[in-house]
């Protein structure tokens, strides 16, 4: 059973381009939760979807990041022009949906350099 | 709203010495906690986890950690470290409905020397 896949492993943009950041979870697992991880400092929480719905999207920038799960396909991040402080680890999770006790896998992230 | 706090960020133990990571948490309802390790470069692989079952909690590689209400804390011990231990540790802890994110401390780098 393969784990919690992301691509690509790494990402090179330049300043105002777009980076689109992709996640396939768990098979069998309907949630998915995007991280962030800056240098230096712990996972901050972004989204939370399930299937074609956005859940929580408490810790989404309020502008040039987006985010979907759509039925068929991998859930993708995506951040429109880009700036140096996007810089940072991007991590996806996933858990099947009767986690009673919360617990995710995490993919090996994506590591965005904009330069 | 839930918080962790992670005393220490750089902790330092000899090759078979006891290894204490420290943890504590704020949550206004009962939490659940988990403890993951993350290598350079790569992502998080879970340690061990605190469903409200058994307080003493055992993990992978010889790590457990304790869950003590009284003093909101949930310390991972393992009492001989390994070079391969070398790594950094977050501790995260999230609650039951549907806020499942989870909430990270700022980790602690852990060195082990030889």
């Known amino acids: 059973n393969a784990g919690v896949m992301q691509n690509p492993r790494h990402l090179v943009r330049r300043r105002g381009q777009e980076a689109r950041l992709r996640c396939s979870p768990m098979?069998?697992?309907?949630?998915v939760y995007w991280y962030r991880q800056l240098p230096e400092e712990g996972l901050k929480f972004m989204v939370y979807l399930q299937k074609e719905n956005i859940i929580d999207e408490s810790g989404m920038p309020k502008e040039r990041f987006s985010a979907e799960f759509p039925k068929e396909g991998p859930s993708i991040l995506r951040i429109q022009q880009v700036v140096r402080g996007d810089s940072a680890a991007y991590f996806c999770a996933s858990s099947p949906s009767k986690a009673g006790n919360n617990e995710q896998f995490f993919g090996p992230g994506t590591r965005l350099t904009v330069l | 709203a839930q918080s962790v706090t992670q005393l220490g960020s750089h902790v330092s133990v000899s090759e078979g010495a006891l290894v204490l990571l420290r943890c504590n948490y704020s949550s206004s309802v009962p939490p659940y906690l988990f403890w993951y390790v993350q290598y350079p470069n790569q992502g998080l692989q879970l340690l061990l986890k605190y469903t409200s079952a058994a307080t003493l909690v055992k993990g992978i590689n010889g790590f457990e950690a304790e869950f003590k209400k009284s003093e909101t804390s949930f310390h991972l011990t393992k009492p001989s470290a390994h070079m391969s231990d070398a790594a950094e540790y977050f501790c995260a802890v999230s609650v039951a409905g549907s806020a499942r994110q989870l909430t990270f401390g700022s980790g602690t780098q852990l060195t082990v020397l030889p």
């Open positions: 098979k069998g697992h309907s949630h």
